[in-house]
Structures are given as structure tokens and as C-alpha cells.
């Protein structure tokens, strides 16, 4: 049998590989097939993502934190909106008002309002979350792939490699990378980037190897298919859902790290507002004025609980069987340690 | 690990001297703590005196780093310690009720718990702490470390604030881990067997499910502990509490590269060390292992 080039479709496709779900991972690049062929009696082996989706909408609390999520995620892309000039504008005669109507959260020491502080530093929080786990899933999801596809020695460099990164204490490693690029928003999501790609890593090659001897996988390859179409069009697809469920784990750790970090003063620097950093500055006066720490402190449990019932919920529907192996949503470093310890002891 | 700490910006020598300082005092420090080698030479100098128990001298205060070392360690292996008891306090019965009634009111409410303890900034839960219970009510003191050998009731009233905020956090994560271990053990062939057979509940529960669910209880127990023993800076930092963690965040901001390099080397050992023992607790709960 004979291969057409690249861009058309192999002259057979196993079925099964293109019906995939359509995860956000999975690469675009329609193939004409996918109209021009109805598609077979074969049930899908996994939901695709519209009955993903209607899946999570009958799970009610991960339904309420993707609305909720939602609405964060809105707030942050106007801040400039939501949040009023008060923001960073300081005013003597308003410093420490509790709250009230006109300023809902209060005002802090130097009188600028929270409520639009809260706003502005959710877009901080949020950019250095998504920066990080960008970051962290495609280096760590690139090197898994590699890892779990080529096996042998590539999987031994690649992994030892990870494990290194991985046995120092996440906070260290985050304040060492800081310490080398200096604090800010940038370096700081590159540290927790850097932090958590080994657990993408991980993830990827565990989800690789379980795929990798797949009858689809055989197929294509005896047919000629090249090694990145293999990796791209079948392993990936197929072994996506733990990675999307770990994004989602990750968001929160993300969001957390940035705020611990913030706050030991090694994130985001004044005057910007992020909520470590306010939580830092309002530490000062909880006696005097509780509403400076508490309300930034609220704002990222909020998130950071949303993120972890979104990635329980994705992970019930998506991929029932990790349900017992990754418990563990913002310290999920450990409970994924656990799990790898688990497996090797 | 030697060659991320010596990527640190930064001339040590400069922050130790201060402002003002002349060349040769500065040549002379710098000769004096070996800063003046290549890098290698460097490393493999640490090495040799760090196999004989000598980590150096710290660049800012002078002291041995093993002598800095040991000053820290009784408050975070205190704090540690007590978090792990707390952590299983909370944990273990939570996770083994809500697996025995799984989809209960009880499970429900305990998922609820143990999501809130993961998702909860612990920083913030300790400045909330401190609030209510040293500034309101006024109970207990907003941070400090008192030796136990000095005065057992401030040890304790110190300590029970520091210990219930990563005791909540890390009970949260293990609680999950509880839950699905002994749902996984409550569902095995031998335990239908054992039921089969007649035994009562009380006995298959201890004998078949609890025994089972133990192995991955001790894994996780032991991530949790090497992550406390090496990462709660920010709940140090929280309660002032003179831990490691402060130690090696102080050691970054100073270049303070000698303890720096020796907290890490500990917290490396720390991490094998209880591999270690959770392997070796591995074998005594689980004979199939032995063979």
C-alpha cells in the first residue's frame, strides 16, 4: 500500500483514532475524512467534547466552579472596567475605611480601595497562573510524550532529568529560580513553570505508556505513518484527559504559588496589586483593620477551590480510573509523588 | 543543586562587607572564603568537608552553617511533627468514615472539608488564625518558639496555631488519599471472602481493609512529611517561627551561599532518609514485599 503524502489523510485511518475526542489539546488540522466518511457503528471508547461538557454540567459543583471560574476570568480580562480609578490612587482621607457601600471591601492604608484591587490583581494572578501552566504543559508535556514514546534512553535521560527537578521542595526551587532572575510577575511564572513541568512530565509519559502498544498505534505505524503524526494525531488525543485534568489541578497550584510568593515579596512588586502581596501589606494591620487581608485571602481561596472542583469534575468524566491515584489539587506535587513512590516501592 | 545556588546574582562578598570597604580587605575575604577558585574546585572542596560533617562558615554571620543548622532544626522538626499528628488526627478517621458510607451525608461533608484544606491559602489561614484567637479573643500568643525544656505551656500554646494550619493542609491531601484506599480495600476479593466466611465487621475491618489501605497511607504520610520538614516557609514566616525554611529564604536574599547549599543538602537527605523509612515500614506492614 502506498502513502500519500502529507497534508492528505493516510488512505485508511483507523476509526477509532480519528472519532477522538476533540480535546483542547488535540491539534487542528481537519481531515476532509471526517465529513466525507459517516462514521462507524464503534461507539467512541471517550466521551468527545460537547458530551464532555454536558457531562460537567450535570456535576453540579464543578458546573457552579466553571461559572464561577468564568466570571473571575471576565472580571480579570476588563479590570479596567470593573475596577474604580481608586485603585492605585492614594488618599490620605480615606485610608482605612471598613467597608461600606461606596467602598465594598474597604480601603487600605494608603486609601485605596480593595474591591478594585482585588479586581486588578486577579488579571495579575490569573496571567502568572496561565503563564506558568502553559509553561509547565508544553515543555512537560513534550517531554513526556518523547519520554513515553521513544522509551529506553531517551526516557531515562528525559526523566532523570525530571526527577532531579523534582526531589527539591517545590518553594525552594521557586524562590531559588526567583533568586536567580530577579522578583516579578514574568520570573515568577516562569518558577512555578518551572516548578511543576516535571508533573506534566510524569502525567504524559504514564498516559503515553498506556497507549503507546494500542492496536490504532500498530496500525498506523505499519501503514508508514511518521513518528509526529503518530505522536500528534493518535498518542496525543488519547492520552490528553490526565494532562487536561492536571491543567486544571495546576491552575490552582499556580494560583497559590504566586500568591505565596508575592508574599514572602518575591513575585509581583508594588505598587501593583496582587493578592499575596496584599495579603502581605494588610498582614501588618489585621488588629487595626481585618478587611486588608482578608478579603485578597478570600479571593484566592475562591479561585483556587474553583480550579480544583473543575479538575475533580473533568477527571470524573473524562477519566474515571485516575480518580483513586491523583487525589490532591494545589499540593498535588506530593499526592503525585505519592503516587510515583507508590508504584516504585 | 551546588551549581543553581552558585547562579544566584549577586557578590557575597560585597553584601557582607557593606558599603564601604577597601580593595584588599575585600581580596582577603574573598581568598578566605574560597570564592576566588574556579567553580569546580569549589565543589569538589564542599564535598570532601561535607562528608566530613563540615558544611562551612556562613557568609553573613560568621557561624558554622552546621552550627546555624542545628539551631533551626529542633523548632521545625517540632512544627513538623506535630502538623503530621494533626494531619492524621483529621485525616484518618475522616477518610475511613467517608469511605464506609461512600455518597453519604457524612462523605459529602467530608469531601467538603478536606477540598477546603487544599484549596486554603495556609498563609492566609494562619493571619486569620492569628486574628481571632490572639487579637480577638485574645487566647493565644500571634507567634514566637519557646523550647520545650524551657516552658512546656508557651511550647504548647506556640505551637498549637503553626501545627493546626499545616496540619489542616496536609490532613486535606491525605484524608483523599485515606478515602480511596480504604474504598479500594473495602472492595477486594479477600474481604468478600472474609465477610463470606462470617467474620465480624469489626474483625474484617481491621484485619483485611485497614491493613491494605495502610501501604498508600504511609507513602503519602511520608511525602507530607519531607514537604514539611523542608517547604513551609511562608507559615514560618506567618508566626515567626525560626524554622528551616526561613533559614534558606534568609540564605537566598543574602547570597549566603554555605548555609544555603547546607539546608538543601539536609533537605535532600531529609527526602532519602524517609524514603528510606517508608520502604522499610513498607515491608513490615505488607510481608509480600519481604520476598
Not at chain 1, 504543559?137 to 526523566?159: P, S
Request: proline content about 7%.
Amino acid at each position: 500500500m502506498s502513502i500519500q503524502p502529507t497534508p492528505g489523510p493516510p488512505p485508511y485511518q483507523e476509526p477509532d483514532g480519528e472519532r477522538r475526542p476533540e480535546t483542547p489539546e488535540e491539534p487542528p488540522g481537519g481531515s476532509p475524512q471526517r465529513e466525507s466518511r459517516p462514521p462507524p457503528t464503534l461507539r467512541p471508547a471517550r466521551p468527545r467534547w460537547q458530551e464532555t461538557l454536558s457531562l460537567l454540567a450535570h456535576n453540579p459543583t464543578a458546573a457552579i466552579a466553571s461559572v464561577v471560574l468564568l466570571l473571575i476570568v471576565v472580571v480579570a480580562v476588563f479590570d479596567d472596567t470593573f475596577a474604580s480609578e481608586g485603585a492605585n490612587e492614594i488618599s490620605v482621607t480615606d485610608r482605612l475605611q471598613p467597608p461600606s457601600w461606596e467602598h465594598p471591601f474597604g480601603t487600605d492604608d494608603l486609601g485605596r480601595d480593595i474591591l478594585s484591587r482585588v479586581i486588578l490583581g486577579a488579571s495579575v494572578s490569573l496571567r502568572v497562573g496561565f503563564l506558568a501552566v502553559g509553561f509547565a504543559l508544553v515543555v512537560g508535556t513534550l517531554i513526556g510524550l518523547l519520554a513515553g514514546y521513544y522509551g529506553k534512553r531517551v526516557d531515562d535521560v528525559l526523566m532523570r532529568f525530571m526527577d532531579m527537578l523534582f526531589a527539591f521542595p517545590a518553594v525552594l526551587l521557586a524562590i531559588a529560580v526567583l533568586a536567580v532572575r530577579g522578583p516579578g510577575s514574568g520570573n515568577t511564572a516562569l518558577a512555578i513553570g518551572i516548578v511543576y513541568t516535571p508533573i506534566f512530565a510524569r502525567v504524559t509519559r504514564a498516559s503515553v505508556l498506556g497507549v503507546r502498544e494500542e492496536v490504532y498505534v500498530r496500525a498506523s505505524r505499519s501503514v508508514g505513518a511518521s513518528d509526529w503524526r503518530i505522536l500528534t494525531r493518535h498518542i496525543l488525543p488519547n492520552a490528553a484527559p490526565p494532562i487536561i485534568v492536571q491543567t486544571s489541578i495546576s491552575l490552582a497550584f499556580a494560583v497559590l504559588a504566586e500568591a505565596a510568593l508575592s508574599f514572602l515579596g518575591l513575585g509581583t512588586q508594588p505598587p501593583n496589586p496582587s493578592w499575596g502581596l496584599m495579603l502581605a501589606e494588610g498582614r501588618g494591620f489585621i488588629e487595626l483593620a481585618w478587611w486588608l487581608a482578608f478579603f485578597p485571602g478570600m479571593a484566592i481561596f475562591l479561585t483556587v477551590l474553583c480550579f480544583n472542583l473543575l479538575g475533580d469534575g473533568l477527571r470524573d468524566v473524562l477519566d474515571p480510573r485516575q480518580r483513586t491515584q491523583m487525589a490532591g489539587g494545589s499540593r498535588a506535587a506530593g499526592a503525585a509523588a505519592a503516587a510515583e513512590t507508590g508504584g516504585n516501592a | 543543586m551546588f551549581g543553581l545556588v552558585h547562579l544566584v546574582p549577586g557578590d557575597p562578598v560585597r553584601l557582607a562587607l557593606g558599603t564601604r570597604f577597601s580593595q584588599e580587605s575585600y581580596d582577603a575575604l574573598r581568598e578566605r572564603s574560597g570564592l576566588d577558585q574556579p567553580l569546580v574546585e569549589q565543589f569538589f572542596g564542599w564535598f570532601g568537608r561535607a562528608l566530613t560533617g563540615d558544611l562551612g562558615v556562613s557568609f553573613r554571620s560568621g557561624e558554622t552553617v552546621t552550627s546555624q543548622i542545628a539551631e533551626r532544626l529542633p523548632a521545625t522538626l517540632t512544627l513538623a511533627f506535630a502538623s503530621i499528628l494533626v494531619a492524621l488526627l483529621i485525616a484518618v478517621p475522616l477518610g475511613t468514615v467517608s469511605a464506609l458510607r461512600p455518597r453519604s451525608l457524612v462523605d459529602r461533608v467530608a469531601t467538603v472539608i478536606s477540598q477546603f484544606g487544599i484549596s486554603v491559602p495556609d498563609f492566609w489561614m494562619g493571619i486569620v488564625l492569628i486574628l481571632v484567637f490572639a487579637g480577638t479573643l485574645g487566647w493565644l500568643p500571634s507567634g514566637g518558639y519557646v523550647p520545650l525544656t524551657e516552658d512546656p505551656g508557651a511550647w504548647l500554646q506556640r505551637l498549637l496555631m503553626p501545627a493546626l494550619v499545616t496540619g489542616v493542609v496536609s490532613g486535606s491531601v491525605i484524608t483523599r488519599f485515606v478515602r480511596s484506599s480504604v474504598l479500594e480495600a473495602l472492595g477486594a476479593d479477600h474481604v468478600r471472602t472474609a465477610q463470606a466466611k462470617g467474620l465480624g465487621t469489626r474483625q474484617v475491618f481491621t484485619w483485611h481493609v485497614l491493613r491494605n489501605a495502610l501501604l498508600p497511607l504511609v507513602t503519602v504520610t511520608g511525602v507530607q512529611l519531607a514537604y514539611l520538614l523542608s517547604g513551609v516557609v511562608v507559615v514560618e514566616i506567618v508566626f515567626s517561627w525560626p524554622g528551616l525554611g526561613q533559614l534558606a529564604l534568609q540564605a537566598v536574599q543574602a547570597r549566603d551561599y554555605p548555609v544555603l547549599q547546607g539546608a538543601i543538602l539536609l533537605f535532600a537527605l531529609v527526602f532519602l532518609v524517609i524514603n528510606l523509612v517508608v520502604d522499610l515500614l513498607y515491608s513490615a506492614i505488607d510481608p509480600r514485599i519481604r520476598r
